[in-house]
């Protein structure tokens, strides 16, 4: 994957120019990053024949909210109370961080079997996936009782939840699922 450092040269729509070309690039870019002007400098990636400006050079990606799949909320607190923050990304340079958060059922009831995968939150962008398959051990509660269970990212970018007991699903909100800090390369 290349990246590296350009300059903007033009906003409706975006352009760049890339330290390394003579010339602006005369195609669409693609960014992550608003309210960009020109003269501003940028960091960018090249990803599956996209560019992808990622940041202002020197910058750290922002924090960005992790949105909920279907039938899931992000919470900034457990429950009870307990503080945890929303469950937030944010790249810098090839690293991606997660930062914790709560997820809680809102849909119907209903159970789910051992093993079964359930995506709760929605994928990562493109450029913020990991490299491969990666499993992580959470906390969960499930019907007032704390279940064993683990977190699933996939390299397409889903994080899936991964029950190890039979569950039973209660819309009343009693199934929380703790999204822990998490680091990981990208490509």
């Known amino acids: ?8 040269t033009g906003v409706g729509p975006l352009r760049i120019k890339l330290d390394v070309d003579d010339q602006p690039l005369p195609i669409d870019v693609w960014t992550l990053t608003e309210d960009l002007v020109v003269g501003d400098r940028v960091w960018y990636q090249l990803h599956e024949g996209r560019i992808i400006v990622h940041s202002r ?9 992790m949105p909920a799949a279907a039938n899931w909320t992000a919470y900034s607190t457990y429950g009870g109370g307990v503080p945890y923050g929303l469950p937030q990304y944010r790249r810098t340079g090839h690293t991606v961080e997660i930062s914790g958060g709560w997820v809680g059922y809102t849909g119907a009831a209903g159970s789910v079997n051992a093993g079964s995968v359930f995506a709760i939150l929605q994928p990562l962008p493109a450029g913020f996936r990991p490299t491969r398959v990666l499993r992580m051990p959470v906390a969960s509660e499930l019907g007032g009782a704390w279940a064993p269970s683990e977190l699933v990212m996939y390299d397409g970018g889903q994080i899936n939840w991964l029950p ?15 999204i ?8």
Do not use: C, H, K, Y
């Open 1 to 8: 994957m290349d990246e590296g450092l350009a300059r903007v």
């Open 57 to 65: 050079a020197g910058s750290v990606m922002q924090w960005t909210t």
């Open 164 to 178: 190890r007991a039979n569950v039973t699903l209660n819309p009343s909100g009693n199934t929380w699922i703790a």
């Open 180 to 187: 822990p800090p998490l680091r990981f390369q990208t490509a």
